[in-house]
């Protein structure tokens, strides 16, 4: 999570790193290359479809390297629906900051969004929001932590309770890198909340990179057991020195959401799992 500033709109906006361009960019590619299976559920008597965000942010950042002002993810994919003339119908947006939060809804008002900000932590806030959507809706849900342990496993079950459910997961490959050991032998960890389970099935005495990929694993596992299915297709997102730092995948009930972001991601040598 980056430091707070003051926006070049005079709000309060987040520092990040240049990669925050890339990660939108993917975010927005694959809204724009879904926008006609989303205009089937907008219109008079259509039972819409809903963008959810729970990590939003201030939905304006400064490029720590570059000085450059971008949006963050929640707006830049408002305006991308608007342009592809499919907007979406709601947007439900939550962070535990409040100060992040209600930057973002202001910023999205603004732009003409249905917007609601949703108070809590994010497993709070899924719980709130599942209540309010319509069952038979498109719901498309950007999924954005700052590290696995707030990648709460919760999140996407209560997420895959709905009949369309579109899921794009950020997960910290550096997290996972640095921390793993640590992880695995501390009692209730990031994992645990992670990964539920996963010491019934993970053993901690091995070697650091096949203890990292069997416990993603689990958990690709755990999310296809739920019948929402990650992706193989994955986008490795670097850091200005080459370092890894996270993938972007995509958990989807229907196939059609995975042909989307194999496009959006054009996906060509990413989905290897290097660790």
Not at 255 to 274: C, M, R, V, Y
Request: net charge neutral; aromatic share 10%.
């Amino acid at each position: 999570m980056g430091k707070l500033l003051e926006g070049d709109d005079g709000l309060p906006a987040e520092e990040v790193g240049i990669w925050a361009k890339e990660k939108h960019d993917y975010l927005c590619r694959y809204i724009d290359i879904s926008r006609s299976a989303r205009a089937k559920y907008l219109g008079t008597g259509k039972a819409g479809a809903t963008y959810i965000d729970l990590f939003c942010g201030p939905g304006r950042c400064k490029v720590r390297d570059t000085g450059e002002w971008i949006d963050g993810g929640a707006v830049s994919a408002w305006k991308k629906s608007q342009e592809g003339g499919a907007p979406f119908t709601h947007v439900f947006i939550g962070d535990l900051d409040v100060q992040r939060r209600e930057a973002a809804v202001t910023r999205l008002r603004q732009l003409g969004a249905p917007v609601v900000g949703i108070d809590g932590t994010a497993v709070q806030s899924v719980h709130k929001i599942v209540k309010h959507l319509n069952p038979y809706g498109l719901h498309f849900a950007f999924l954005d932590p700052f590290d696995l342990a707030t990648l709460n496993f919760d999140i996407i079950v209560t997420l895959s309770q709905l009949t369309r459910i579109d899921m794009l997961v950020h997960i910290s490959q550096m997290d996972l890198q640095r921390n793993a050991v640590s992880y695995a032998t501390t009692e209730e960890s990031a994992f645990d909340t992670f990964a539920p389970g996963w010491r019934n099935k993970v053993a901690i005495i091995q070697a650091q990179q096949t203890l990292r990929q069997q416990v993603f694993q689990y958990w690709r596992d755990k999310v296809a057991g739920l019948g929402v299915w990650p992706s193989t297709d994955m986008r490795l997102l670097k850091g200005g020195n080459n370092q890894p730092l996270y993938w972007l995948l995509m958990a989807a009930k229907h196939p059609l959401p995975h042909k989307f972001w194999a496009t959006a991601s054009n996906i060509e040598g990413q989905g290897k799992l290097d660790f």
